[in-house]
């Protein structure tokens, strides 16, 4: 079975500072894995997705991950804050590329203070 | 190009009553999933339908069931509602592609209240 620990519920940081966002995952198999990004009362956003191409991922708004096997995560990175980045993100795995059954980690909720 | 569509937005339903939820997909895209969204259990993927069959089920009860047209719409109904069923329902659409991740675009979800 796959899982998703997003550790910590809620990050702070100041705008014009790295944002990093932790994410591990668990599966069998040599997973998918994605980010979301969740504005208030909107739909989930795609952030980047990782395909078993390259292991340094890029994705959109200035936002990328890296995937480490060894460890089995994926953590979420952005080198400079902006105060729209605030925002709920969730880590996701697939075991299949062909279905469209995703497990979510449980969210982080990014602040960005002046 | 018009994204995911859901329909309603926001509804409020009493304990024992049901409730049907409306996606649209996007245009082309065959594969429907949808997802609860609630604070306690974050998000939980409920079923994805494909060309009209439900091809991955959740772990559900059978109060919560789907199904989808031939032009791809999808319906999802709750019946017998529990006050725990309140949540934002998030349906998603993807093109189903033969090789690579199917990446899912998400539609901004309908909200039901349960009292």
């Known amino acids: 079975a796959q899982s998703v620990t997003q550790l910590g519920s809620h990050v702070s940081v100041s705008e014009g500072a790295l944002v990093l966002l932790r994410c591990n995952y668990s599966s069998s198999v040599p997973p998918y894995l994605f980010w979301y990004v969740q504005y208030p009362n909107q739909g989930l956003q795609l952030l980047l997705k990782y395909t078993s191409a390259a292991t340094l991922v890029k994705g959109i708004n200035g936002f990328e991950a890296e995937f480490k096997k060894s460890e089995t995560s994926f953590h979420l990175t952005k080198p400079s804050a902006h105060m729209s980045d605030a925002a709920e993100y969730f880590c996701?795995?697939?075991?299949?590329?062909?279905?469209?059954?995703?497990?979510f980690g449980k969210g982080i909720t990014l602040s960005v203070r002046p | 190009k018009a994204g995911v569509t859901q329909t309603p937005r926001y509804l409020i339903k009493t304990r024992g009553q049901q409730v049907t939820l409306s996606c649209s997909p996007i245009s082309g895209h065959r594969s429907v999933s949808w997802y609860q969204q609630t604070p306690g259990q974050g998000l939980q993927f409920l079923f994805e339908y494909f060309s009209e069959t439900q091809r991955n089920k959740g772990n559900f009860p059978g109060r919560f069931s789907g199904r989808q047209f031939s032009n791809s719409r999808s319906e999802m109904n709750v019946s017998t509602l529990e006050l725990g069923d309140s949540a934002l329902y998030l349906c998603?659409?993807?093109?189903?592609?033969?090789?690579?991740?199917?990446?899912?675009?998400f539609g901004a979800g309908s909200r039901l209240t349960v009292l």
């Open positions: 996701a795995v697939s075991e299949s590329g062909a279905n469209s059954k995703l497990t």
């Open positions: 998603a659409s993807s093109p189903d592609r033969a090789t690579g991740a199917n990446v899912l675009t």
